[in-house]
């Protein structure tokens, strides 16, 4: 059951992540020729976010091992993009955008560390604790 579940979350997890790919490269929010990887830096903030909303409120025991996998690795895990990050982050230096790519990093670490404690302080609101 828990194979079954990390497939299924990885799988929409995957889904998540292209579309919000197209959200920002074609659709609403596209920027052509910015030059900054918006789409990585949101799926990794929204990603650090939901994991520090999953891991607490299934410490807390509201949700089953196997629905925390589930979401956790599989959702999660298919959703955030750290490999894609690095080479962005690569790309950006090598091609010179040191500004962009100092934001760039250090926006996905703290921007994403920020996240994954709003999502502990949320996930502990909900369950009472």
């Not at 889904?15 to 074609?26: D, P």
């Not at 994403?112 to 604790?129: E, H, K, P, V």
Request: proline share 2%.
């Amino acid at each position: 059951m828990v194979i079954a579940g990390v497939m299924v979350g990885g799988a929409l997890g995957a889904l998540a992540r292209y579309a919000t790919g197209q959200w920002f490269n074609t659709g609403a929010l596209a920027a052509p020729g910015m030059g900054l990887p918006l789409s990585t830096l949101v799926v990794n903030v929204v990603g650090s976010f939901l994991l520090g909303l999953i891991t607490t409120v299934g410490a807390r025991g509201h949700l089953s091992p196997a629905v925390r996998t589930a979401l956790g690795t599989g959702f999660v895990g298919a959703f955030t993009t750290f490999s894609t990050f690095e080479l962005e982050s690569d790309a950006l230096l090598r091609g010179g955008h040191t500004g962009f790519a100092t934001f760039y990093i250090l926006g996905n670490l703290v921007l994403g560390y920020l996240a994954l404690t709003a999502g502990r302080m949320l996930g502990s609101r909900l369950t009472g604790a």
